[in-house]
């Protein structure tokens, strides 16, 4: 069993400050245990391989110099920031008979999650304007999607998005936890946090809202007209082997945005008071360790230019 008993310094007489949580993961299946960690452990090993190889191809690549490949490379980042924040405490978690982690840690944690997260949200709505441009304004592409602007945008997006992680953590460090001490999660996460804090959480509330209705929101709308006007233009074509060659340069993402969107829309965009540790848990999985590892076997199946650099760069090594 997992010992439930954390370090605190007391405050008064009644209440007590945590200064360490214990995160359940999934201590209520033990008889999953060895399961869970050989499936996590895997499925780790094949996101940090997988994002890897597309970060090394489209960097050694010159036929990958290209914005959507500029694009995926820094996805491909993002999805090895978000895993590497969760699993390998997880893995311990599973591995141990106890799971704690301090409050820095855990706040460290949140940091990165949510770092990752928002980033990879919002370089997504980025990814389906450039298929937008390349697929309905071919012949502005290379003025409206150049390598300087493509980079500034890059940079917007890791920069907004650390302010947003770095205020949503901000607040979280304000909140007073005074027990209990157990996170009802397997990382941390805003919701089981501000259903621990004894102190009142409005504001965090409202900040999670306002990030929710951003991200999950406007870039969701931003998405689906981009996807909207492509496909309109897709089905004007006449020829049926431009339809098919529109639709391939972008499937790989729309398939990658589903996957991705309704596992996030199922975790964070419901009530901190409708909370579900079961359903929360199932479905971060789905975002913090599935997409990861399926993200770069999508694009790499998908996409006729991964392929060719893949078998460019095994047929050096044979050599």
């Known amino acids: 069993m997992i010992d439930l008993v954390s370090c605190s310094v007391m405050v008064s007489p009644n ?15 033990p008889s999953l245990r060895l399961f869970l960690t050989g499936c996590f452990l895997s499925l780790y090993a094949m996101a940090l391989m997988g994002n890897i190889v597309i970060i090394v191809l489209v960097t050694s690549s010159t036929g990958l110099h290209s914005p959507m490949y500029f694009f995926l490379c820094n996805l491909a980042t993002m999805d090895i920031m978000c895993t590497s924040s969760v699993l390998p405490k997880t893995l311990v978690g599973l591995l141990s008979e106890e799971n704690n982690i301090s409050f820095k840690g855990c706040m460290t944690q949140l940091f990165f999650l949510v770092w990752s997260g928002s980033s990879e949200l919002l370089l997504l709505t980025v990814m389906a304007y450039d298929r937008y441009v390349a697929i309905c304004c071919p012949l502005h592409y290379n003025s409206r999607m150049s390598p300087q602007l493509c980079g500034v945008v890059v940079i917007a997006v890791w920069s907004v998005c650390a302010l947003n992680a770095s205020i949503n953590t901000g607040l979280m460090t304000r909140l007073s936890f005074c027990g209990p001490k157990v996170i009802t999660h397997f990382f941390c996460e805003i919701p089981p946090l501000l259903l621990l804090s004894c102190s009142p959480t409005y504001v965090n509330s409202i900040m999670t809202l306002a990030s929710d209705a951003f991200y999950g929101g406007i870039n969701f709308v931003l998405t689906l007209l981009s996807y909207g006007c ?90």
Do not use: W
């Open 230 to 319: 492509i496909i309109a233009s897709i089905l004007r074509m006449r020829s049926a082997e431009g339809k098919k060659k529109a639709f391939s340069t972008c499937s790989s993402h729309l398939i990658v945005v589903a996957m991705y969107y309704s596992s996030v829309f199922c975790a964070y965009i419901s009530p901190a008071s409708s909370y579900s540790p079961e359903r929360n848990k199932f479905t971060s999985v789905l975002y913090s360790v599935l997409s990861p590892t399926l993200n770069p076997l999508i694009y790499t199946l998908r996409n006729k230019d991964v392929k060719h650099a893949l078998g460019r760069i095994f047929a050096s090594f044979s050599h």
């Open 15 to 29: 209440q007590s400050v945590v200064t360490e949580f214990v995160l359940q993961g999934f201590s209520e299946h």
